[in-house]
């Protein structure tokens, strides 16, 4: 058998801490013996329940800057690195990180959970509460006080639905796993129609259980509606997140799981005040459609039409005669006007043509005295006219010895350009036309 020297068993026992201790450990306890030297941090974590304890120490040089006296007597929660001093053979903790364990750390940790459950979706899917439910399951502790007010507050609401009383835990390390179960034992039965999940208030580590992540889910894919009364107003757990309908106590998850009888039955008085007036107005509104139906039908009698067509008739035979009689009038005036007028203006037409008729002889003399004048004026223009022309006459200017050059076609060209692109000339003179070859 080997014997160990105090050295070699520390050196060892260090060894295998180290290699046992790989990574960080988180470790929870109370801040005891706190004292400094040469700028480092000595102090002992105690567990308050068995009153074990553990050496810690921050390091001078260390990248943390953690001041231990803040938290003297305190619990908390921190992060370390397992170390043995074989010096000593004293085994230790190099602190890392260190906070307050408190409600300040539970929540940290429930805010950093429902941020995880967020980013997932799992609280975006919410199911519509039934009206009238039948058949109401409750998940809670038997005997307590929530259920109690569920049970009373549900008889006098609605004592038509029948309650499932589901008992299970809900606070301990056990609570998630048992409120887990009878969930799920509610939805293999399938009776109920919506499910309470209720208890009643405490502190944040009571409620501790509703904040399980396995249970949340559960409670999320439920497919019965769920409703949650968990606790009193400022109590918020994931499982309210996770619920269709999360409300502030027990009373008030009952309240939103069922209707209210009295209300109901005010609600069908009302109802049956509405369909009887509206039954009344409607045979009310028959019987008057009825009365002007009847108005209709007298008025549409025969012997009724007739007298009322002969009496119409008549006065407007009357009326009509009245309106021809003074139209004709009216005519007759018109007529008499208008010829005593047309007479008026066939005299005065008279006199005119009898002006125009003298004025007509003295036109006449002026104008056939006038065009006498203007023609012999023309003539003599005419007759000059005419000599100009004949002075400009082709022939007048040929017989001065000039010709007139044409193609063969007897067009004649006006310049160089045509000469040279036609090979065939005629040549005009005044007494014959004289034909040449153009030649290369």
Request: proline fraction near 3%.
């Amino acid at each position: 058998m080997k014997i160990y020297s105090v050295s070699e068993l520390n050196a060892e026992a260090r060894e295998a801490m180290l290699l046992a201790f790989e990574y960080p450990v988180t470790v929870k306890g109370e801040v005891s013996d706190f004292r400094t030297s040469k700028g480092h941090q000595y102090f002992k974590l105690r567990d308050s329940a068995t009153f074990h304890t553990v050496s810690c120490v921050v390091w001078k040089n260390s990248l943390t800057t953690i001041d231990i006296s803040k938290y003297l007597h305190m619990e908390v929660v921190l992060s370390a690195k397992v170390d043995f001093y074989a010096g000593f053979g004293q085994f230790q903790l190099n602190i890392l990180e260190i906070s307050e364990f408190g409600d300040g750390y539970i929540k940290k940790q429930i805010e950093l959970l429902k941020m995880k459950l967020s980013n997932e979706g799992i609280f975006d899917h919410q199911k519509e509460l039934p009206r009238f439910p039948k058949i109401i399951g409750v998940l809670t502790a038997p005997d307590s006080h929530a259920l109690k007010d569920v049970c009373s507050k549900l008889n006098e609401r609605y004592p038509l639905s029948h309650l499932y009383i589901y008992p299970s835990s809900v606070q301990g390390v056990d609570a998630p796993r048992t409120l887990i179960r009878q969930l799920k034992r509610i939805n293999k039965d399938n009776h109920a129609d919506v499910i309470l999940i209720v208890r009643g208030g405490g502190s944040l580590q009571d409620l501790m259980a509703f904040n399980d992540e396995a249970l949340v889910r559960e409670i999320a894919k439920s497919k019965i509606p769920t409703i949650t009364g968990i606790g009193h107003k400022p109590d918020v757990t994931l499982a309210d997140y996770a619920s269709d309908s999360n409300q502030e106590t027990p009373t008030a998850a009952a309240i939103k799981a069922a209707p209210d009888s009295q209300t109901l039955k005010q609600d069908l008085i009302y109802l049956e005040s509405s369909i009887n007036k509206e039954m009344r107005d409607a045979v009310n509104l028959i019987d008057n459609k009825l009365k002007n139906i009847n108005i209709i039908i007298k008025s549409k009698n025969p012997i009724n039409m007739i007298k009322s067509l002969r009496n119409s008739f008549s006065e407007n035979q009357f009326s009509l005669n009245k309106s021809i009689n003074n139209k004709i009038k009216v005519y007759e005036n018109t007529l008499k006007y208008e010829a005593v007028k047309k007479r008026r203006l066939i005299t005065i037409l008279l006199c005119k043509i009898n002006n125009l008729e003298r004025n007509n002889k003295n036109i006449k003399q002026i104008i056939t005295k006038s065009v006498g004048l203007y023609l012999n004026k023309l003539v003599e223009i005419l007759k000059l006219r005419i000599q100009q022309v004949k002075q400009m006459s082709p022939n007048k200017i040929l017989k001065k010895g000039y010709a007139i050059i044409r193609d063969d076609n007897e067009k004649i060209l006006k310049d160089i350009e045509s000469v040279s692109t036609n090979k065939q000339l005629l040549i005009q003179m005044v007494d014959g036309y004289i034909k040449v070859t153009r030649k290369k």
